[in-house]
């Protein structure tokens, strides 16, 4: 789970930007895709893997006794 989280992590950060010429032909909501990626997509994307990793490991820790309610 967390390589597919950090291949996620990686595309958006690089791969998005290394091809960000070529993203601004398309539009998103009126603005070049590239622009939108760097400036509102990329950041909408970091917050759902952080909160889908949040709610993994907690998932997790309730499944091994060790969240903080059993404390």
Do not use: K
């Amino acid at each position: 789970m967390s390589a597919a989280l950090l291949t996620i992590w990686f595309v958006v950060s690089f791969v998005a930007s290394f091809f960000a010429r070529e993203l601004n032909e398309f539009t998103v909501f009126g603005f070049p895709l590239g622009f939108y990626m760097a400036a509102q997509g990329s950041l909408i994307i970091y917050v759902f893997i952080v909160g889908y990793y949040a709610y993994c490991m907690n998932r997790l820790d309730r499944e091994y006794g060790v969240d903080e309610e059993h404390r």
